[in-house]
Structures are given as structure tokens and as C-alpha cells.
T-cell receptor, first 111, second 116 residues
Framework: GENVEQHPSTLSVQEGDSAVIKCTYSDSASNYFPWYKQELGKRPQLIIDIRSNVGEKKDQRIAVTLNKTAKHFSLHITETQPEDSAVYFCAARRNDYKLSFGAGTTVTVRA | SAVISQKPSRDICQRGTSLTIQCQVDSQVTMMFWYRQQPGQSLTLIATANQGSEATYESGFVIDKFPISRPNLTFSTLTVSNMSPEDSSIYLC?????????????FGQGTRLTVV
């Protein structure tokens, strides 16, 4: 099955700085890569996703890049704000629509 | 995106008992899944809920422990049977649904289960 590795496990950044989270996947058949933000006590919320036919996608302060050859994808958050503090999960999905998740990254934005 | 309603939102249960969690979607969806999130951990897929037939379980999960029903395209239940403290987790319903011409993946609000 698919194996997704996520780094780092924790990330502390100064407000206004950028945050980068990296994930690798093992199954070359995976074609959809969503990122979720989970605040304490809440459900994972889809914040951005990218498909295998695209190399980069941006939505305001959030961007995701995908390198299919190397089987890795990254989340970039620019101009971080305290409300960006949360746990972020990457995931990979094949055509069976099953998601395999990374272990998560706890992001803390220091004011 | 689809609106996913999951209940109960939380429960505290005695060991040895069972709890059934319901997931209702406001539109017909092809794919429904159940995930478990143990305390401080990531999400793990329990099974795919198949409409009108038996669920497909992932390695490490069995039907006797986690029976699942899906009588139609908008509703599914997950039962956690003969519970022990190790079953204390958040259980999440998920659907794959078309949004903007693409198939996205969304979650219900989750059921926080504590077994005492």
C-alpha cells in the first residue's frame, strides 16, 4: 500500500515568516495530494490540494508543489499568522479514493 | 462540497459495550470511508463503506469489531463493538465527492469516543 512520510513533526516560526512542510510518497499510482489543517478538537479541513498533472498550485498565502519524479510534495505558507497554528496533514490518494496520511506537523506561529 | 453530518459528536462509554456512529451526507456520493484518529496520531483508514454490500476493511480491522452499514448513497453507520479503552479515538466519516469538476475528499466533524 501507499506509505506517506511527513517532515518535520513540529515547526515553530516567527509571525510573518514562511513555513514549509515536506512529504514523500511511495506509490507512483497516487494522483491526488490534499493537505489538511486540523485545529484542536476539530475535524481536518481541506486547505489545498494538487493533482498529478500539475506541478504547483497557489491559493493566497498557501502553495503546494509536486515533484512526481521524486515522489515528493510540499506545503508552503507565507506571511504566517497566529491563526495558522494547527496540525497539518499531507495525504496521497490513488484511483480507489483511499487516503494515506502523513504523521502530521504541529505548526506554532510565535507572535 | 458536500455537507457531512456525523453523530454523536462525542460519547463516553463503558468497556464491553458498543456504540454506533451515524454519517449523513446531503447529497449522493459514490465513496464513503471511515477513519480512526487515535490520540495525538494521524488518520488511519478503517474501511470503505460499500452501498448495498459488505464493507471493505483495511489490514488490522475486522468486521466483527467494526461492523459498517451503508443502505444508500447518503448514509452510513460504523459500530465500535465490545469496546476497550484502546478504542478511545476520534472516528471520522469521509466522502469523496465532485467539487469544481474534480473529486475532493472531505470529513465529517468526527465522533470523539472515550471508553472507561
Amino acid at each position: 500500500g501507499e506509505n506517506v512520510e511527513q517532515h518535520p513533526s513540529t515547526l515553530s516560526v516567527q509571525e510573518g515568516d514562511s513555513a514549509v512542510i515536506k512529504c514523500t510518497y511511495s506509490d507512483s499510482a497516487s494522483n491526488y495530494f490534499p493537505w489538511y489543517k486540523q485545529e484542536l478538537g476539530k475535524r481536518p479541513q481541506l486547505i489545498i490540494d494538487i493533482r498529478s498533472n500539475v506541478g504547483e498550485k497557489k491559493d493566497q498565502r498557501i502553495a503546494v508543489t509536486l515533484n512526481k519524479t521524486a515522489k515528493h510534495f510540499s506545503l508552503h505558507i507565507t506571511e504566517t499568522q497566529p491563526e495558522d497554528s494547527a496540525v497539518y496533514f499531507c495525504a496521497a490518494r490513488r484511483n480507489d479514493y483511499k487516503l494515506s496520511f502523513g504523521a502530521g506537523t504541529t505548526v506554532t506561529v510565535r507572535a | 462540497s458536500a455537507v457531512i453530518s456525523q453523530k454523536p459528536s462525542r460519547d463516553i462509554c463503558q468497556r464491553g459495550t458498543s456504540l454506533t456512529i451515524q454519517c449523513q451526507v446531503d447529497s449522493q456520493v459514490t465513496m464513503m470511508f471511515w477513519y480512526r484518529q487515535q490520540p495525538g496520531q494521524s488518520l488511519t483508514l478503517i474501511a470503505t463503506a460499500n452501498q448495498g454490500s459488505e464493507a471493505t476493511y483495511e489490514s488490522g480491522f475486522v468486521i466483527d469489531k467494526f461492523p459498517i452499514s451503508r443502505p444508500n448513497l447518503t448514509f452510513s453507520t460504523l459500530t465500535v463493538s465490545n469496546m476497550s479503552p484502546e478504542d478511545s479515538s476520534i472516528y471520522l466519516c469521509s466522502v469523496a465527492t465532485v467539487q469544481g469538476g474534480e473529486v475532493g475528499a472531505f470529513f465529517g466533524q468526527g465522533t470523539r469516543l472515550t471508553v472507561v
